[in-house]
Nanobody, 123 residues
Framework: QVHLVEAGGGLVQAGDSLKLSCAVSGGTFSNFAMGWFRQAPGKEREFVAAISWSGITFFGDFVKGRFIISRDNAKNTVYLQMNSLKPEDTALYYC?????????????????WGQGTQVTVSS
């Protein structure tokens, strides 16, 4: 059974940066495509970023170059570096993985999920 644990969330001010991490256990990490999603109160879950096994990346339209997704296959970990944070980035951020090497932008394409880490950006 694959297990995901996110870390790195917190309370920051607008314009600050945060780096989220997601440690994966229980599977062959290098074979998985990984993604980050977020959900704000009262809103639907939203695609943030995804990375294939080979490092091909995709981002949600709202990212506009502010975020970087990366993976370290030796550490079984995927990261989300978030820069120039805005109050509208406030949400619970989830890490997700899928039994495929190809990244996806739909949450329904992912097979396993973490519990989420809260990011709060104050103005």
């Amino acid at each position: 059974q694959v297990h995901l644990v996110e870390a790195g969330g917190g309370l920051v001010q607008a314009g600050d940066s945060l780096k989220l991490s997601c440690a994966v256990s229980g599977g062959t990490f290098s074979n998985f495509a990984m993604g980050w999603f977020r959900q704000a109160p009262g809103k639907e879950r939203e695609f943030v970023a995804a990375i294939s096994w080979s490092g091909i990346t995709f981002f949600g339209d709202f990212v506009k170059g502010r975020f970087i997704i990366s993976r370290d296959n030796a550490k079984n970990t995927v990261y989300l570096q978030m820069n120039s944070l805005k109050p509208e980035d406030t949400a619970l951020y989830y890490c997700a993985g899928r039994y495929s090497s190809v990244a996806a932008t739909l949450s329904s394409a992912y097979d396993f999920w973490g519990q989420g880490t809260q990011v709060t950006v104050s103005s």
